[in-house]
């Protein structure tokens, strides 16, 4: 069983000012690992990911996570916020095991709602 | 680029009623979920679907629930008597075998039981 946990369920940030947000995850298998964005009134679209190699992977608009497996963590982290960037971001883990009955399944955090003030 | 299209956008249907949620998935994809989304909560796995059969699905996705893939292009969630508790946006997505492992989500359905 898989399980994720995003430390910090809102998080209000400045225009220009670095943001980070904490995603923990718990598995008995090897997973690999996703940020998904969801702006309001919209699905979810993926920001980034982790499969292998480089720990630190970076994404689209600018986003970077890193992948640390002794601390079970992926946080996402960007240097300068837009407004634009509010929106609410999911980490996600899936099963390694290609070709188990998991395969592709996502497990989701809870969610954490990025608010950008001018 | 392609996406994964979804209909209706909204659907209000009254406790006890048959509901129809729509997906259209990318064409050349073989792997096919539905997730919903309570207000206020995470987004849970319902159900996958592969070589035309359910791979996999959660404890919530009990005997009221059904998946279809009728045609070969749409991909369907039946609720046979819905309550109030299913109440909550649905999400369809599909994913292509492969190394990317990036599933593709469609915009949602956000459905209200009255």
């Known amino acids: 069983a898989q399980s994720v946990t995003q430390l910090d369920s809102q998080v209000p940030v400045f225009e220009e000012a670095p943001v980070e947000l904490r995603c923990n995850y718990s598995s008995s298998v090897s997973v690999y690992l996703f940020w998904y964005v969801q702006y309001p009134n919209q699905g979810l679209q993926l920001l980034l990911k982790?499969?292998?190699?480089?720990?630190l992977v970076k994404g689209i608009n600018g986003f970077e996570a890193e992948f640390n497996k002794s601390q079970t963590s992926f946080h996402l982290r960007k240097p300068s916020v837009h407004i634009s960037d509010t929106a609410e971001y999911f980490c996600?883990?899936?099963?390694?095991?290609?070709?188990?009955?998991?395969?592709?399944?996502?497990?989701f955090g809870q969610g954490t709602i990025l608010t950008v003030h001018p | 680029e392609p996406e994964v299209t979804q209909t209706p956008s909204h659907q209000v249907t009254q406790m006890g009623q048959e509901v129809i949620l729509r997906c259209v998935p990318i064409?050349?994809?073989?792997?096919f979920y539905w997730y919903r989304q309570i207000l206020g909560q995470k987004v849970e796995f319902l159900v996958s679907f592969y070589n035309n059969e359910i791979s996999e699905k959660s404890e919530i996705f009990d005997d009221q629930f059904s998946v279809e893939r009728p045609d070969g292009s749409n991909f369907t969630l039946k609720i046979r008597s819905t309550k109030l508790e299913d109440s909550a946006m649905y999400f369809c997505a599909s994913f292509e075998t492969g190394r990317s492992y990036e599933q593709y989500f469609g915009p949602g359905t956000r459905l209200t039981v009255t």
């Open positions: 982790y499969l292998s190699g480089s720990t």
């Open positions: 996600a883990v899936t099963n390694t095991n290609a070709g188990g009955t998991s395969y592709g399944k996502l497990t």
């Open positions: 064409s050349n994809h073989l792997y």
